[in-house]
């Protein structure tokens, strides 16, 4: 944005256009960025993380769950885990700031994808 401005500012001073459109447009500039970075986190936070398992005995299971709620769950699911004698031995390892990173940075698209030798399947996919 800054190479347009500059460039909007040259044609003010060379004269080409007034100082009145020179500001209208560098507003106009503005008001664009300023839409496309309020836009991008709630276009991320609306996706959702699906789970999808499907077996050689049909035991299917599809899990859709809401980007904003996987982040508020595993930070809530974490410290209650960690506070639990008999789960902290599952917990000690894992790195939970790693995860919520992953998600502030917008992870995106297929996150898993496992087929067993005898035909099960497993993904995960943030779409």
């Not at 944005?1 to 500039?29: F, N, P, Y």
């Amino acid at each position: 944005m800054r190479e347009e401005i500059s460039k909007i500012l040259t044609m003010v001073q060379e004269g080409k256009i007034d100082s009145d459109k020179g500001a209208q447009l560098i507003a106009v500039l503005k008001e664009k960025e300023s839409t496309v970075f309020a836009q991008k986190p709630n276009n991320y936070l609306d996706k959702t993380l699906k789970i999808r398992i499907v077996s050689k005995e049909n035991d299917n299971v599809n899990v859709n769950v809401p980007i904003k709620l996987v982040k508020a769950l595993l930070k809530t699911g974490y410290s209650i885990a960690a506070g639990i004698p008999q789960s902290q031995q599952y917990v000690k390892d894992l790195d939970i700031n790693l995860l919520i990173d992953a998600i502030e940075n917008e992870l995106d698209g297929n996150i898993v994808d496992i087929q067993s030798a005898n035909g099960d399947t497993v993904k995960v996919v943030i779409e």
